[in-house]
């Protein structure tokens, strides 16, 4: 009963090791990927569309507006008229028709300034909007990469626990032989055995854990939550990440902080745009006008009929309007413009004390990784030869099955917390190249 069981584990981790290998996703390829198929990019890119089409001349107000007016009316009235004489004169069925049109054109000329301030606000709002734009890109860099990484590790244990399993099956085989033979007791073979199971609860934990992570990344990527998907878990670190450049650039190009930088341009816009409600109104009006006039024929008998009148002509004017006094409304606009200008700019002098903040313990965050991931890797050293010599000890029976599954469980705890101290490590770095503004301009991922 025991070998039929251990047959069954055997054709499962065949039909799971055999499944058909995928290409590898390269960390390039998983960027171009997930910039031309990730949905908050894409939504971001419709909103970086409107900001530009808001931010265009056509809606600056400098351009003039053309208008035209057309119309054609027909009459037919009876009428009488009554003469000094005490005659009336009837008349019937009399016709007439009016013609008309025009184009012209509006244009304000001077309105304050407030047309130039407020253009200009409009183009600072869209470069407010492509650097949200480019926050949404490095939070779901870095979301992408905490997916890959996440799916590269869980290869790697799922690597691991595999291996741990062929070692424990081949230990159950010995202890097995070695019951049938006399050579060990029957505890043995219930120790190996208990070892196999949990072992195999183990993987198949992982591996679920990994499908699981691959869809994560899928949806990162824009991609079928299905598909299978393959990493490189290949790690390259920086060396010539500084605490102080980082913190100068920091300064020169988080995204945070030239956010709070355009918010406050935006309110000194805000301010000198209802300052100019205190200026003048000047508009320019012109237009192109023609009309036909004309009813029944001319009848000296009739006095009710007129000749017919024809007109064109040009028109030009100019109008000026100043509000001399608003009832204060103008005043309490500025004022409250001004207070919003006071209160961005504290944002500003606070977000640049986060930022620094943020960017000291992410540094410490980093060294801390960088020395976890130093002393994991000797420690994996270790316990290696820790247990290739315990694997000889126990093959020659001069060590129990006890010890020698406590140094394969060390040598898979150590090859398990070397490898989250390799992803932490580099998720560490990708936050400081975030602070720094540089994660997009970074080469390796």
Do not use: C
Request: no cysteine; net charge negative.
């Amino acid at each position: 009963m025991r070998k039929e069981r251990l047959l069954i584990f055997v054709l499962f981790l065949a039909v799971v090791s055999n499944t058909s290998a995928q290409d590898l996703l390269t960390k390039e390829e998983a960027i171009l990927q997930t910039l031309e198929n990730n949905y908050d990019i894409i939504l971001t890119e419709n909103s970086l569309e409107t900001a530009k089409n808001n931010a265009s001349l056509y809606n600056s107000g400098y351009l003039p507006t053309l208008f035209t007016n057309a119309n054609a009316t027909y009459d037919i009235n009876d009428s009488e008229a009554t003469q000094i004489s005490g005659d009336v004169i009837p008349a019937n069925d009399l016709e007439s028709k009016n013609l008309n049109a025009s184009v012209g054109i509006n244009y304000t000329l001077f309105n304050g300034l407030g047309r130039y301030y407020t253009y200009g606000k409009l183009k600072e709002t869209y470069n407010l909007t492509e650097l949200q734009a480019r926050s949404v890109l490095e939070n779901t860099l870095i979301t992408l990469f905490s997916a890959y990484y996440e799916v590269a590790r869980l290869t790697e244990n799922l690597d691991n626990q595999k291996q741990t399993l062929e070692i424990s099956k081949e230990r159950l085989k010995r202890a097995v032989y070695g019951s049938d033979y006399g050579q060990n007791t029957k505890l043995d073979v219930l120790n190996a055995e208990v070892d196999l199971n949990n072992d195999s609860i183990t993987y198949l934990g992982v591996h679920r854990e990994l499908a699981n992570a691959k869809r994560d990344l899928n949806i990162v990527l824009g991609a079928d939550v299905n598909n299978e998907v393959s990493v490189d878990t290949t790690i390259v670190y920086l060396d010539d990440l500084y605490l102080e450049n980082v913190l100068d650039k920091s300064i020169e190009n988080n995204v945070d902080y030239l956010q709070a930088e355009k918010a406050l341009e935006l309110g000194e816009y805000d301010v000198k745009i209802n300052n100019s409600g205190w200026m003048p109104n000047v508009s320019l009006t012109s237009s192109y006008a023609w009309s036909k006039n004309y009813s029944d024929p001319f009848n000296p008998d009739n006095p009710f009929s007129t000749v017919e009148r024809y007109q064109n002509g040009l028109n030009a004017g100019v109008g000026l309007t100043w509000n001399l006094f608003d009832g204060g409304s103008t005043t309490t606009r500025v004022r409250n413009a001004k207070i919003a200008v006071d209160r961005l700019e504290t944002q500003k002098d606070q977000q640049e004390e986060f930022l620094k903040r943020d960017v000291n313990n992410a540094w410490e965050i980093y060294q801390n990784a960088l020395f976890t991931l130093k002393v994991q890797k000797v420690n994996v050293e270790t316990n290696k030869l820790n247990f290739e010599r315990s694997t000889e000890y126990y093959k020659l029976g001069q060590i129990s099955s006890i010890d020698f599954r406590l140094a394969q469980v060390n040598l898979v705890n150590a090859e398990l917390t070397y490898s989250a101290a390799k992803y932490a490590a580099k998720t560490a770095e990708l936050v400081l190249l975030q602070l720094a503004g540089e994660i997009i301009a970074n080469k390796q991922f």
